[in-house]
């Protein structure tokens, strides 16, 4: 609850009391426990190498006590990827990544939900690093998962498509953007009607993608759409608000339009 409230320092005061306990006991279980929620609590913070510490020894007692195969070692994994995609080391994050992927194959099988954000991060990784042929496939990956387990309407495949509009806009591959994003966007709007914060975010990426083509007037609709939202949900003073103007402003001043930017 503290942490949840943003009171850190009290927050790292208990974390770190139940470490000494566990300490004293020499009790590996609430040992490895109380490392693994220091890590979550560090990289929540920002501060990474903290985190990073304290989830390897995390890891290392889960392994001593289960073994390397043990399915529960996935998501410090995941953590640790994380971890170093931020830090930008990118080859530490694949293989970390994909130890938590193949154990969660192996238990879980090929077609799992929780395999599909495996698929997800992976994709995020070789995004980063402009490798888009891999980034795809994971991306697609996911989708197929998604779309098997949950079929079409669903949130998590509005993700995914996202996503791969996303990619394919970093391709220079427009057309393939547009039907991701609007695939995307008609999921949204069935499952949650016209007024969501998940709306916005991809009428201004539809906006984004129209501006680069030089379809001004497609770039606008969305950005308007997604200011009204913004201004429906959380009122005028509010940072995406300020952003959905700048976006209006950019789109304007690349026209020339500065009165109006």
Not at 19 to 38: C, V
Not at 75 to 91: A, C, R, S, V, W
Not at 190 to 216: H, K, M, V
């Amino acid at each position: 609850l503290n942490e949840d409230r943003g009171s850190y320092k009290k927050a790292e005061s208990y974390f770190l009391e139940s470490l000494e306990i566990a300490k004293k006991n020499n009790n590996e279980f609430d040992l490895h426990i109380s490392y693994f929620y220091l890590g979550g609590f560090y990289k929540e913070i920002g501060l990474l190498d903290k985190a990073e510490n304290y989830y390897l020894k995390a890891l290392s007692i889960r392994e001593k006590l289960y073994g390397k195969e043990y399915y529960g070692l996935a998501t410090t994994l995941n953590n640790l990827g994380e971890i170093y995609l931020i830090k930008g080391f990118h080859e530490k994050a694949k293989v970390y990544y994909l130890r938590s992927l193949s154990l969660r194959e192996k238990e879980l099988g090929e077609n799992h939900p929780d395999v599909s954000f495996n698929h997800m991060w992976l994709g995020d990784l070789y995004l980063e690093i402009t490798n888009y042929e891999k980034a795809e496939d994971y991306y697609l990956k996911a989708l197929s998962i998604r779309k098997k387990v949950f079929g079409n309407n669903n949130h998590l495949v509005a993700n995914s498509l996202f996503w791969l509009g996303y990619l394919n806009k970093a391709k220079g591959d427009f057309k393939k953007s547009e039907d991701f994003y609007l695939n995307c966007l008609y999921i949204q709007e069935n499952l949650f009607g016209e007024t969501n914060s998940d709306i916005a975010i991809t009428l201004n990426w539809l906006g984004d993608l129209y501006q680069e083509q030089g379809e001004f007037k497609k770039a606008e609709k969305n950005y308007l759409r997604a200011l009204k939202i913004n201004r429906e949900l959380f009122g005028e003073n509010n940072k995406l608000v300020a952003g959905n103007l700048q976006f209006l402003g950019q789109l304007f001043q690349s026209q020339g339009l500065y009165k109006k930017a």
